[in-house]
């Protein structure tokens, strides 16, 4: 082969090279892009987890009390004790329950997709003897009626899942319930809800199709008057702001 047709060659190759590695880069642009509830239904909710206390959000305001930083798994089980009527402990397991049927109903109004019953899922001999990793172990969350901390699991324990509970995609929630000063002080101010939805579906295949944190503060607010608000009210904000949250998933993905 002369110098020539040896130079046309690798010219027609590197050309060729382009060609197909662009269409695969185009084809997955498009698999992502495409992804939406209809490829993934039905699911199966497998795991919904969320934080014990809804402690405050650091903030750069100088507030000049003295809160302790409730985060942490003593002062979680001190706090209980100390605390035993307050609503935003009272109703830890409340608040995840409240998310997994808001998953449910805002999927199916908004997508028509179909979210396996909980009875069936929960019941099931797979679910039921599918232990949890140590990984999760380590976490200190509340979990939803029923469920187990599913958060992480491997590709074949997921599609062991799928096929038992006739699934084509499993869907774990985690939640992590803040409030935040909207205005003021911890002593005289507005507080409002701060959460972080992470949101993991894994698809057929035991893979992750999605994996990804979603964050809103409530546009609404409880007045703080000489240290005290309405912890109540901010419950109900907390179940206002779960529904947005998953209708922006939702949303992203019809």
């Known amino acids: 082969m002369n110098t020539k047709s040896k130079n046309n060659f690798y010219v027609s190759f590197s050309l060729m090279a382009i060609f197909v590695l662009s269409f695969f880069i185009f084809s997955s642009c498009q698999t992502v892009k495409s992804l939406s509830f209809n490829d993934l ?33 003593f002062n979680s089980l001190v706090n209980r004790v100390i605390d035993s009527k307050n609503p935003e402990i009272l109703t830890a397991v409340d608040r995840l329950d409240y998310a997994e049927e808001s998953f449910r109903l805002i999927a199916n109004e908004l997508t ?16 039921k003897y599918s232990y949890r990793s140590i990984f999760n172990s380590l976490s200190d969350s509340t979990n939803a009626t029923g469920y187990k901390d599913m958060t ?57 199709a999605v994996n990804k944190d979603y964050y809103r503060q409530s546009s609404q607010t409880v007045l703080i008057q000489g240290g005290y608000y309405d912890k109540d009210a901010l419950i109900e904000i907390i179940n206002t702001t779960i529904d947005e949250l998953i209708t922006a998933f939702v949303v992203e993905y019809m």
Do not use: C, H
Request: hydrophobic share 45%; net charge positive.
């Open 112 to 127: 028509n997709a179909k979210v396996i019953a909980k009875e069936a899922v929960v019941n099931s001999d797979i679910y």
């Open 41 to 73: 239904s039905p699911f199966a909710i497998i795991s919904v987890t969320g934080t014990n206390l809804v402690s405050w959000q650091n903030t750069e305001q100088n507030d000049n009390d003295e809160q302790i930083d409730t985060d942490g798994a």
């Open 152 to 208: 992480v699991i491997g590709a074949k324990k997921a599609r062991l899942l799928i096929q038992g509970l006739e699934a084509k995609s499993l869907v774990a929630m985690d939640f992590n319930f803040k409030k935040i000063l909207a205005s003021g002080n911890k002593r005289n101010g507005q507080v409002a809800a701060a959460i972080t939805m992470k949101m993991k579906i894994l698809d057929e295949k035991g893979r992750v």
